[in-house]
Each structure stands twice: as structure tokens, then as C-alpha cells.
């Protein structure tokens, strides 16, 4: 019987309770555990000496027991456990509150690692509740564990050091021998040991090394495979001789290079036999809505219909004006389908949509996914595609036979991360602004300047124009520390400085109706002054709006800001965006410089990449990624291309890796994909 899996309540030590949180975890067996990755380690290999240590700075001592005092008790339901010990030059106290174990534990005359803050210096130094561990069988790099509820770093340590022992009557390994040589990879078991018990820091890179490929090679070989099945299926056959020089000799302006690159681009595709399935990433205001259109009106004139999908109804309702007056000089009238659309209404757009009399059709994702009858689909395009994860699209590809799809996302990714995240689909980049667009300009300022924002910000707000004000302590949007601060502040500005203005709210909390109503309130300008979370809707476009100030700007990162940045300059009159930061470290001024040198979002993602490294790109759940856990730690952009490579050899070879030797790595491959949602890949 092999333990590793046997569901995990078998394990010792894991009983009901602690089981059902790991379940909720997704770990069901030893094995699932085992790829449950320390967060970081704590190191123990360079100990440093007490007098050497500065005060608030964790650190690692090594030190001899030389007294246990007795436990006190000042305060009822208040206990302190102290151990005098020397690191052989210094005295200092371990002190521990409330928990005796460690404590109980330890003996006088033993040696111990311990790792904790150094606080005092007057009499005697402190630490207080470090993690202690014997020298003897101590481990030098510690791993810790991310956390949930419940299940401590510790527990899970131990619970792990226990599955580890099964792999030594059952070594486990996904990847063919080929792939590992040709690589240079160490075998999987001994990556999973080195991972949660490394001897050495060489032998922990290595480990990482090899299961960083390994989950960028499932990534890769999964997304790859949804490219081949969409390939071998049929599409909608378009006449390469379609004409759309009627549209586009319409236009208000005339089209840029790279939107009339783009729009070839497509329409060959359009004509191709295997479904298109491309990805359009262009800066917000780079105008993608009319390659859109353009796309429209070569389905329309082939006779299909198109589909453009937006994420909200306030971002529907602005599509359908801007393709209206797209469309109407060739005369299409594209209609609107969203969750707010009268039942009679819906009733003959639906009618329409079935009959083919409606040729574009203008929606949110929700209604459009739902139950309608198409006459003769031949084109889906959604926008503001990050919120699509890889599985998502997988169940968009089957629905309606096999449209063609384009996606457009205004994220910019660098191309490196993008062949990743976006490996099934084909990436064309707007990456040219329309002439004549002022850029904005970006001040990064210190809380001293806030004052002077503020005016600067009324003087605008007199002038007619519209700001928002972005408040967060933290990068992610909705968590209640975030709300808070965004309410406390806005309640102040409205009755303080901004006490003559209209100031809205608006933060993750919400219901969406709620934000939608916000938004739209800003849209109608019936707010002056928006305080936000991040969560300002992408792509709403309130050109009115031309001032943006952030708040604690360097907890963000770059792409971000940028981001944020995008929600100004939309219209014809100068915007600006304020960078507010206290801090006082050079790499955050570094950072918040680079966004006021450049506004060119593939530059400034490229940036933030060489400074913060991937783990950001992938720890965004708006990819719709798996998470990577171990290819966040590895920085090595030469890995992407590496499985890249690995990935198109496996498949070539085998495209479903149905032979014998690849079924564990199949098995590793629609299991990642599973875990992310619903199961892409089956
Ligand atoms: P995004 O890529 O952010 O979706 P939009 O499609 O909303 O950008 O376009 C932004 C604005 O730029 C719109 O008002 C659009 O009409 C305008 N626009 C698009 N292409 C051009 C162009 N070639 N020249 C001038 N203005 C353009
Ligand atoms: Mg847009």
C-alpha cells in the first residue's frame, strides 16, 4: 500500500479537524501535501553574535542554556517563560508568554538555535517568543509554510517531515528521463526533499530550479494543448476578398500603424481555417474598440454575426455607443444585450440575434452566456480579458461550435510572461497611441505636498474637470483594512477640504450594482471628487476626469500604478497623476521615477519585472493562473523559454501525451488545470 496516497487523516498526527482544513487547502493525500512549497526558510547557517545584532531585526543566535528562571505570572491569564542564555560572549533572555513548551523543553548546559527579534539593551537584551530549535538535528534552513487558519507554520512542518518519509519506499516522477537530462533537472523526489528539508542552499536552488520547470512546463503543455485542439476544429470560413475600405475611409481619424497592422492581422485570420484565437493587448487609449469594429464589419460582410463581450454593464452600454458610431456609415446597428435589459426588449433582441437580422451584438458576459440562439456566430471578442482565466476561455471555446475569438486586454505583460499566461493564444500589441494625445504628466510627492495636491486638485475641480483620489493601504482591493481606510478618508475630505464638493466612494465591498451606480454617477459627473480602493473599474472611461492621485504610491506595483494611471487622459485636455509616498527607501523612489519618466506601459511592465521579478505577474489571480509558487522565487527569465522549448518537444512528439512513460506528467498536467476552475482541459 503506498501511503503517499492514502487520504491525509491517515497521516499521524492529522486528525478530523485539521484534515478538513487541508482539504480546503485542495490537499487531499500526503503526496498533495508535499507540494504544499514553503513561503521561505529561515537560515541558520550564519549565526550571528548578540553584540553584533541590531535591535528589531530578526536574527539567528546560536546559544547555551545557562539558567531557566521560574515561570511568573504578573497578570491573571498572563504567564512568562525565561531561559538566561550566552551566545559565549552575552547574556540575554528568551522569553516566551503564554506558552510553555518551548520552554519546558529546554535544558541547561544544551546548545540552541534561536531566531527572533532582539529588543532591549539597558540591562540585559531580549528576545522575545523566538522559534527555538537543539542544535543537534537542528534544520539550517527552516521552512516556513504559508499559513491559513488554523494550521501553523509548525504543524504543517511536522505534518510534512512525516510524508516526506513515504517517498522513500515510493519515489515519485512526472518528467520523462529526456526532458531531465536534456534540462539538467534533479529527480522529483529528491526535489520535494531538498524543498522541505534542504541540507544546503545549492541544494534548495536546485530543487526550486527543477519544480519551477516542472510547473511552468504543465502550464505551458496545458495551454498548448487547448491551442492544438482549437486548431484541428473549423471556423467560420470568411472570403479573403472582403472588402471593409468603406469603413475604415469613414472613420473620424485616420488609423494608426499598428491598428491597421492589427486589423490585417485579424482579418487574415478571419479567413484561415482553424479558429482565431488571439489576443489583442494594447495600453488603455491605445483605441482598440475599432480594430474591434473592424473585425465586426468583416464577419458582418461574410455573414456572420459578432459577439463583443465587456465585464460590466456600465462597460457594455459604452461599447455599444462607440461601435454604434463606428458601424452606422456601413450600415449596421449593433444592439445591446445586458442583465438590465427589459424582458419584452430582450424578447425581440433575442428574436433578432436568432433570425440574423442583429449582426453585432453588444453585451455583458453573464447574459451573453446564457441560453441565446445565434443564426451564425462567427465572431467573440471580449474585452478587458484579465479577468478571464485560461479556464474560463477553455469554456468559452465550447460554446456556440467554434467562433473565432479575439481577446483584448489592456494589461500590459512583458512578452517573456506573456507566452505564458496567454500560451494558447496568438498576441498581437497595439503598441502606438493615436496622434495628438497629451501624455500625462506624473509628479511623485511626498505627504508634505498633500496640501498643495489638494489645491491643485480644487483648481481643476472649479475649472469643471473631475479627479479620483486612490486610497489603500495594500496592494489587494477589497480587504476591510483597505474599506476602512478608504470610508475614513473620504468622510474627512468631505468634511474638510473638499467640504464645497461632491466626493463619492467607492471600494471592493460594494455589491457590484452599488459600484456600477458609483461609476456611473462619476460618468455623469455628478461627482466631483471619487476616493476609491483600487478597484476603479479598468476600461470605464470617464474622459471628463483628468486628475488621478495615489496615495502611499509605493506599496503598488508599477504595472499597477500604470494601471491607475490610465483612468486620466482619456480626454483632450492635460491630466495628471500624483504619486504620494513617505517612504524613504531609494529603490521606492527609483520605482515611482520610472513612472514619471514613461508612459509606455510595456516599458514600465518590463520594469517592474527586472525589479520585483515574476512573482507579481503570477501571483495575479486576474491572470487566471494556477498558482506558480515555486516560479515565483525563480527570477530566471532563460526558464520561461526553456520549457517553452521542453513543452513544443513534448507535443510535437505527442500531442495528447497519450504514450505510457508520459501519463504521470498528463496526469500533473490536467490536475494543475483542474485545480484552477473549472476543468479546462478534460
Ligand atoms: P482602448 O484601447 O483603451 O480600449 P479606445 O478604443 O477606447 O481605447 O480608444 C480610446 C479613444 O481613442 C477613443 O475615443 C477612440 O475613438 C480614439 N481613437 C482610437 N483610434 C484612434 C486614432 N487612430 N486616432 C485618433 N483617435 C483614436
Ligand atoms: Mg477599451
Not at 515519485?172 to 533537472?185: F, K, Q
Not at 483612468?567 to 504619486?579: D, E, K, N, T
Amino acid at each position: 500500500m503506498n501511503e503517499l496516497y492514502q487520504p491525509i487523516e491517515t497521516l499521524a498526527g492529522v486528525g478530523e479537524k485539521r484534515a478538513a482544513k487541508y482539504h480546503k487547502m485542495g490537499i487531499h493525500t500526503p503526496y498533495d501535501l508535499l507540494f504544499h512549497f514553503p513561503r521561505t526558510y529561515i537560515d541558520y547557517t550564519a549565526p550571528v553574535m548578540v553584540a553584533d545584532a541590531e535591535n528589531g531585526l530578526p536574527v539567528a543566535v546560536r546559544c547555551t542554556v545557562l539558567q531557566k528562571l521560574s515561570p511568573a505570572f504578573p497578570r491573571r491569564g498572563f504567564s512568562l517563560y525565561r531561559v538566561v542564555v550566552t551566545d559565549g560572549a552575552t547574556d540575554f533572555l528568551l522569553v516566551f508568554y503564554n506558552t510553555p513548551y518551548t520552554y519546558q523543553a529546554m535544558k541547561p548546559g544544551e546548545e540552541y538555535f534561536a531566531y527572533g527579534k532582539l529588543t532591549g539593551g539597558f540591562l540585559r537584551r531580549e528576545m522575545q517568543s523566538p522559534q527555538v530549535q537543539r542544535v543537534q538535528n537542528a534544520m539550517l534552513l527552516q521552512p516556513v509554510y504559508p499559513q491559513t487558519t488554523g494550521l501553523t507554520s509548525a504543524m504543517m512542518r511536522t505534518n510534512i517531515q512525516k510524508s516526506l518519509t513515504f517517498l522513500d519506499a515510493a519515489p515519485v516522477e512526472t518528467l520523462p528521463e529526456a526532458i531531465r537530462s536534456g534540462y539538467h533537472l534533479v529527480g522529483l523526489t529528491a526535489a520535494l526533499r531538498a524543498v522541505h528539508r534542504p541540507e544546503t542552499k545549492q541544494q534548495l536552488d536546485e530543487a526550486r530550479h527543477r519544480l519551477a520547470f516542472e510547473e511552468l512546463l504543465l502550464f505551458q503543455l496545458g495551454t498548448l494543448m487547448l491551442k492544438h485542439r482549437t486548431n484541428i476544429q473549423h471556423a467560420a470560413p470568411m472570403s479573403a476578398a472582403t472588402d471593409i475600405s468603406d469603413f475604415t475611409a469613414a472613420l473620424p481619424f485616420p488609423l494608426t500603424g499598428a491598428q491597421a497592422k492589427a486589423i490585417r492581422t485579424i482579418c487574415k485570420d478571419l479567413t484561415a481555417e482553424a479558429p482565431m484565437n488571439r489576443l489583442l493587448q494594447g495600453d488603455v487609449g491605445s483605441g482598440k474598440t475599432v480594430v474591434a469594429a473592424a473585425a465586426s464589419v468583416f464577419a458582418a460582410k461574410n455573414g456572420y454575426q459578432t459577439v463583443l463581450m465587456a465585464p460590466t454593464e456600465i462597460l457594455a452600454q459604452q461599447h455599444l455607443q462607440t461601435m454604434t458610431d463606428f458601424l452606422a456609415p456601413v450600415g449596421i446597428e449593433p444592439v445591446l444585450l445586458t442583465g438590465s435589459t427589459k424582458a419584452k426588449e430582450k424578447r425581440a433582441i433575442k428574436k433578432q440575434i436568432a433570425d440574423g437580422t442583429a449582426q453585432v451584438i453588444v453585451g455583458t458576459h453573464a447574459v451573453i452566456q446564457k441560453d441565446i440562439e445565434f443564426a451564425s456566430l462567427g465572431l467573440v471578442i471580449t474585452d478587458e480579458q484579465h479577468r478571464f482565466g485560461v479556464a474560463q476561455r477553455a469554456a468559452l471555446a465550447e460554446k456556440g461550435g467554434f467562433p473565432h475569438k479575439l481577446v483584448m486586454s489592456a494589461t500590459p505583460i512583458p512578452r517573456t510572461l506573456a507566452l505564458i499566461v496567454y500560451g494558447d493564444l496568438d498576441i498581437t500589441i497595439l503598441d502606438e497611441m493615436p496622434k495628438g494625445r497629451l501624455p500625462i504628466r506624473t509628479f511623485a510627492v511626498t505627504g508634505g505636498y498633500r496640501e498643495r495636491a489638494y489645491t491643485f486638485i480644487k483648481e481643476h475641480l472649479d475649472a469643471g474637470e473631475q479627479a479620483y483620489l486612490v486610497c489603500a493601504m495594500i496592494e489587494e482591493s477589497d480587504t476591510l483594512e483597505n474599506v476602512q481606510a478608504a470610508e475614513t478618508y473620504a468622510e474627512e475630505l468631505e468634511n474638510g477640504a473638499f467640504a464645497e464638493y461632491r466626493v463619492g466612494l467607492l471600494h471592493g465591498k460594494m455589491k457590484p450594482q452599488e459600484k456600477e451606480a458609483v461609476m456611473a454617477a462619476m460618468k455623469a459627473h455628478e461627482i466631483d471628487l471619487l476616493v476609491c480602493t483600487t478597484v476603479v473599474e479598468v476600461g470605464v472611461d470617464v474622459p471628463n476626469a483628468t486628475i488621478i492621485l495615489i496615495e502611499n504610491a509605493d506599496r503598488f506595483g508599477l504595472a499597477q500604478l500604470h494601471q491607475l494611471r490610465g483612468r486620466v487622459g482619456r480626454g483632450s485636455v492635460q491630466s495628471y497623476c500624483i504619486l504620494v509616498t513617505d517612504s524613504r527607501r531609494e529603490d521606492a523612489r527609483e520605482r515611482l521615477k520610472i513612472m514619471s519618466r514613461t508612459v509606455n506601459g510595456f516599458a514600465i511592465a518590463e520594469e517592474d519585472l527586472r525589479l520585483r521579478g515574476p512573482g507579481d505577474f503570477f501571483g495575479h489571480a486576474q491572470h487566471g493562473m494556477p498558482p506558480l509558487m515555486q516560479a515565483a522565487f525563480c527570477s530566471n527569465m532563460p526558464l520561461v523559454s526553456e520549457t517553452q522549448m521542453a513543452a513544443k518537444q513534448l507535443l510535437d512528439a505527442d500531442p495528447e501525451l497519450e504514450s505510457p512513460a508520459l501519463q504521470p506528467l498528463r496526469t500533473a498536467v490536467l490536475q494543475l488545470f483542474a485545480k484552477n476552475g473549472e476543468n479546462g482541459l478534460n
